[in-house]
């Protein structure tokens, strides 16, 4: 999950892997002053530059702990796999 507080509204993005290799996302939008009233975003939209920075972040992590080598693939490395962005 993505949440990010940007300069024209708030986001939020949830992704989650499908079928081991699939990327599946609803994407949410909600007013600055009201981050809790979210909407799903149904345009075509993927994310914003700073959005998919994550999200090319966890593709490479999928790839690296779990289906480089799926007979050792390691869930938790892939979940501990985290860095700094410096956003």
């Known amino acids: 999950m993505v949440v990010h507080d940007a300069r024209p509204a ?46 090319g972040h966890e593709r490479h992590a999928w790839v690296r702990h779990v289906l480089t080598s799926p007979a050792e693939a390691d869930v938790e490395a892939y979940l501990a796999d985290a860095t700094n962005f410096g956003l």
């Open 10 to 55: 708030c986001f939020v993005l949830v992704n989650w892997w499908v079928h081991g290799y699939d990327l599946y996302q609803r994407y949410f939008r909600s007013p600055l002053d009201r981050p809790e009233h979210l909407v799903a975003i149904t345009t075509p939209a993927v994310g914003c530059v700073w959005e998919l920075a994550v999200t």
